[in-house]
């Protein structure tokens, strides 16, 4: 369970305070169950993100936000503005399903999955691969720049660029064909826009892991603001067991430190060290703190070391630390999971039930109905139909409502995936067939035995 391979030397730890240095936090590297799990779950995040644009479903991009066509396709299937519905339950599933998982287990969105988290520990690894452990770099910043400093740090910032690049083009390649814009921006026939986007995109990934870090979660992220109103006594946090481990001290491995006065804290500020946030955690809760686990695989690493049971530092709730047991009665967290599934029965519904044509009618604005030569009665109308499907659709046009009804315009025809059609049509009847002069028609797209219709009126003179 516990990672008792890497070296603890408390008295070398004990030499350096706090992490900080003029505002810079010199992370220390750890390892440990919490560790390897935030690291599992940040590598298969981003290869995720990475691989995304390049899926392919039917011989299309998997999922492509089509910002121009104002379309999103998702695998197979292409939800247009008037599928607003379904992506605000969308959004309703994520938002409820944050509130449920932060009630129950904390900031762990943010200690694990939060891009921001994982962006940032990958720019330390690689920080860690060129400059060294976090004293080494510590000293580094304090000398005289050297050829091997400048290589070192010009390498780090190469390589951290080509990652933000990497993250820049795979965010944008979400909004526009992947492979168009691989080779637009290879060829440098991308454009300026999408070429601006990337940049862009770039420039922040490398600002935001690279320099601002854990600043970005503590005063830009909206979420650390208002997570904590989603805390009750039973959320689950990294915390410190006060009552375990104070009265805190050094003292040698073998000592008795009850029969000194002691509690379990050896004070070796480990757990500081490796803090991506600076904070010392034995200060209790604090709203910096991102519930990553580093802390606590540092001081169960400690505690191996001297033999005292794990978990001085854990995940833990303020009932549980004060000896209240765990409780499973907690309303406003249940309600939360309620409404989630609530709202993703209701997508999965409105998904289902989603009709894979639309069909919209616009009436001519400019006359209410004409006479034509022959002495019929026409009225005349735009029709808009769309496939939301990613197969092409052959689709026949129908009305229902009139008696034998002239119809002129396109009737049938074949619909590419995602095509939205504009189509003119002439409807007239024989004067004297009307029963009233405004009469409810309805317009009928069919095709392989489903229909869609959409209601519209049919003018005429007073019978
Ligand atoms: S206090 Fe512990 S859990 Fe919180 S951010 Fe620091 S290392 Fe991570
Ligand atoms: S809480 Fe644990 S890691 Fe932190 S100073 Fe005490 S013993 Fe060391």
């Known amino acids: 369970?516990?990672?008792?391979?890497?070296?603890i030397d408390v008295k070398v730890c004990t030499d350096v305070s706090r992490p900080r240095d003029q505002g810079h936090i010199y992370v220390r590297a750890q390892q440990g169950r919490w560790q390897r799990l935030r690291r599992q779950l940040g590598w298969g995040l981003m290869l995720l993100f990475l691989a995304g644009p390049w899926l392919r479903w039917n011989g299309a991009q998997a999922i492509l936000l089509d910002w121009e066509a104002q379309r999103f396709h998702l695998f197979g299937m292409t939800i247009w503005p008037q599928d607003l519905t379904l992506l605000?339950?969308?959004l309703m599933v994520a938002a409820f399903a944050l509130f449920f998982i932060t009630a129950w287990l904390g900031r762990v969105w943010c200690g694990y999955l939060c891009p921001q988290t994982v962006w940032t520990f990958w720019f330390i690894w690689v920080e860690e691969k060129l400059e060294g452990s976090a004293n080494r770099r510590r000293r580094r910043d304090q000398e005289a720049w050297s050829v091997d400093t400048l290589l070192r740090k010009g390498g780090k910032h190469l390589i951290w660029w080509l990652i933000a690049l990497l993250s820049g083009f795979s965010f944008i390649a979400y909004f526009t064909p992947a492979t168009e814009l691989a080779t637009g921006l290879l060829t440098g026939s991308a454009g300026a826009w999408p070429t601006f986007w990337v940049l862009l995109f770039a420039l922040c990934t490398y600002l935001n892991a690279g320099w601002m870090r854990t600043l970005m979660c503590t005063h830009m992220c909206?979420?650390?603001?208002?997570?904590?109103?989603?805390?009750?006594?039973?959320?689950?946090?990294?915390?410190?067991?006060?009552?375990?481990?104070?009265?805190r001290g050094p003292r040698a491995r073998k000592a008795d430190h009850r029969a000194q006065g002691l509690g379990d804290c050896i004070d070796c500020n480990l757990c500081v060290q490796v803090c991506p946030a600076g904070i010392d955690i034995r200060d209790g809760l604090q709203y910096e703190c991102i519930n990553c686990g580093a802390c606590i695989d540092a001081c169960d690493q400690t505690m191996n070391r001297m033999g005292y049971p794990l978990g001085l530092i854990r995940y833990a709730s303020?009932?549980?630390?004060?000896?209240?047991?765990?409780?499973?009665?907690?309303?406003?967290?249940?309600a939360y999971a309620a409404v989630m599934v609530a709202m993703l029965g209701l997508m999965l519904a409105a998904a289902l039930l989603r009709e894979p044509l639309a069909l919209e009618v616009l009436r001519d604005r400019n006359e209410l109905y004409r006479?034509?030569?022959?002495?019929?009665?026409?009225n005349t109308y735009t029709l808009k139909v769309a496939n939301k499907t990613q197969q092409p659709q052959t689709i026949l046009l129908e009305v229902e409502g009139l008696v034998q009804p002239d119809w002129r315009g396109q009737r049938q025809w074949q619909l590419a995936p995602g095509e939205m059609r504009l189509v003119p049509v002439s409807l007239s009847v024989a004067d004297g067939s009307l029963i009233r002069p405004v009469q409810a028609i309805e317009f009928v797209v069919r095709h392989r035995g489903d229909e869609v219709r959409t209601d519209s009126r049919f003018f005429g003179p007073r019978p």
Do not use: C, H, K
């Open 1 to 7: 369970m516990n990672d008792t391979s890497s070296r």
């Open 88 to 90: 605000a339950l969308l």
């Open 222 to 247: 909206p979420y650390s603001r208002f997570q904590s109103a989603m805390f009750d006594a039973d959320t689950l946090s990294a915390a410190y067991d006060a009552g375990r481990g104070e009265a």
């Open 318 to 334: 303020e009932n549980e630390l004060a000896g209240q047991g765990v409780t499973r009665r907690r309303l406003r967290m249940w």
């Open 371 to 378: 006479e034509t030569l022959s002495g019929r009665i026409e």
